[in-house]
């Protein structure tokens, strides 16, 4: 915390005067710039100032992206402390719940927002930049979760012209990015260098990590978890305290039931958990959203970037009576999931933020089972849609896009929708959609997918009347099966058959500007699409 004190002093002496204190030719330079963002007058009004600061102070020429994204920066700062000064002290235990997830958020919003100031690489930063703006959303869900909208009013004001500030960074972001992608070779030569690779994992797996997940039986550890005190520890939440210094560590989680929700912090960095198999470790919890908030519910949460699991099965056991409870929620950039099982009802895999890449995983839910906003990319998977409480509609996703200029999406390929054994003979009773508009934005694409024949012939469902059906994109390329059928689809504007080309967009080396997510044998762009 220290470090953020000092970090926001200099924030504050630096980038806050007094009124008058700049000249009028500053705003005609900005004016321009900030005409072409979603919000121009925050534009100004936050960095049309700023842009007369950087040559009063004698620093050399800042970039309009580098301004834009330090003055956010600067905001989140702000808004980090003025949550943290909040009196919670009338708040229920509901309400702190959510305030504690806020905090958090804020937090990490302010590590993004460094992260994006500090690189030259716009790709990135539009990752961190879409986290940003998600975890902006997130605080708001959380009480929304416990019917307190009335609470955020106690949230400061200042708070609306921050998620706005985002926004008006991702978009210069982007146009930085398009430029960058147009016109300079290096730019050309880093998307290039991002290359595919043939055994079915990102290139951005180290070659140790890469031979770690093909070891057949249990690789070499460096902390073993066994129940029965053969480990170093019985639980995992132990031996994830005692990793650190930042190199990868290999966690062997040995066959046995661990009943414990696991909360690996973003400072746990290049975490390998690898158990026996998905029917022999298996860690299971049962919190949901009517005791706490969705984003809390998660049998495990991963923070830490460069997370990698193996042959585990993450549960949760709350039932669908009890609605949103999430077996397993990432927000670890570069993070894989390698032969995992998720198993839950409503919200059973939440792909909150970041690079997320799922090989050959089992899915398990009913009711938006696949959700966030991440850059989440599905190969090779079973999604097994689950048998839902009475009067119910199943929807495999529901993506989290809230902002046009976000590079997320969630990307099915080569993948199964199929019943799940407690659905096959009920099947005909309930309604199963491929997914609903859960925000505005929301992008989801199934390609050469085989779909079974519980998925309605309308194949996607509304969200609520006519919200997002124009604004989202949601597509299906050369699926197969029963339910595969376009013929029936919805007519809505956002709907769309995609040609080969369009398709092209949406592989893993492609996807977003060239996100680092690698096809395995036999995916379509692989084959020449």
Not at 121 to 134: E, H, K, V, Y
Not at 268 to 286: E, F, P, Q
Request: hydrophobic share 40%.
């Amino acid at each position: 915390m220290d470090k953020l004190v000092v970090l926001a002093f200099f924030l504050t002496h630096f980038f806050s005067f007094p009124p008058g204190y700049f000249v009028n030719g500053a705003n005609s330079v900005s004016i321009t710039s900030c005409a072409q963002t979603p919000y121009p007058d925050v534009c100004n009004h936050y960095i049309g100032n700023n842009v007369n600061v950087a040559a009063q102070l004698g620093q050399t020429r800042f970039s309009f992206r580098d301004l834009a994204i330090q003055v956010t920066l600067n905001q989140a700062f702000h808004a980090h402390r003025l949550i943290s000064l909040i009196d919670s002290s009338s708040f229920d235990e509901r309400a702190k719940l959510a305030w504690n997830d806020c905090l958090e958020l804020y937090e990490d919003t302010v590590h993004h927002l460094n992260q994006s100031k500090s690189t030259n690489n716009p790709i990135d930063s539009q990752t961190w930049l879409s986290a940003a703006i998600a975890n902006q959303q997130t605080c708001q869900n959380g009480f929304l979760d416990f019917n307190l909208a009335s609470h955020l009013q106690t949230l400061p004001a200042m708070l609306g012209n921050f998620t706005k500030l985002i926004s008006n960074s991702l978009a210069i972001n982007k146009a930085t990015l398009a430029a960058s992608s147009s016109s300079h070779s290096n730019f050309a030569k880093q998307v290039g260098n991002r290359r595919l690779l043939s055994d079915g994992f990102p290139a951005w797996l180290s070659t140790v990590d890469r031979k770690l997940l093909r070891t057949a039986g249990a690789p070499k550890a460096d902390i073993v978890v066994a129940q029965d005190g053969s480990g170093n520890f019985k639980t995992i939440t132990k031996a994830v305290a005692a990793a650190g210094g930042g190199k990868r560590t290999v966690i062997h989680v040995k066959a046995g039931v661990y009943r414990e929700n696991v909360d690996i912090k973003r400072s746990a960095k290049n975490i390998m958990l690898i158990g026996d198999g998905v029917d022999a470790t298996i860690v299971t919890g049962s919190k949901n959203a009517q005791t706490t908030t969705t984003f809390r519910s998660a049998t495990v949460g991963v923070s830490g970037d460069g997370f990698v699991a193996r042959d585990i099965t993450f549960e949760n056991t709350a039932g669908p009576q009890k609605h949103q409870a999430v077996a397993l929620r990432s927000s670890s950039d570069f993070s894989v999931f390698y032969r995992c099982s998720f198993k839950g009802y409503q919200d059973t895999l939440y792909v909150y933020s970041q690079r997320q890449f799922y090989r050959d995983c089992d899915i398990y839910g009913t009711v938006d089972f696949i959700f966030g906003d991440a850059v989440a990319v599905l190969q090779n998977c079973n999604i097994y849609i689950r048998r839902p409480m009475s009067g119910q509609k199943n929807t495999v996703t529901a993506q989290g896009r809230t902002d046009p200029n976000e590079n997320t999406g969630i990307v099915i390929h080569n993948s199964r929708v199929t019943a799940a054994a407690d659905m096959r003979a009920v099947q005909g009773s309930f309604k199963s959609y491929l997914g609903r508009p859960w925000k505005k934005y929301s992008r989801t694409v199934f390609m050469k997918s085989t779909l079974d024949g519980l998925i309605d012939r309308e194949g996607w469902l509304p969200w609520s009347g006519g919200f997002a059906l124009r604004t989202l994109y949601y597509a299906e390329y050369m699926n197969t099966g029963a339910g595969a059928s376009t013929v029936g689809r919805v007519k809505w504007r956002g709907y769309h058959i995609i040609s080969a080309v369009q398709a092209r967009k949406f592989t893993v080396g492609n996807f977003l500007a060239g996100s680092a997510w690698i096809p395995g044998t036999g995916v379509p762009f692989d084959a020449g699409l």
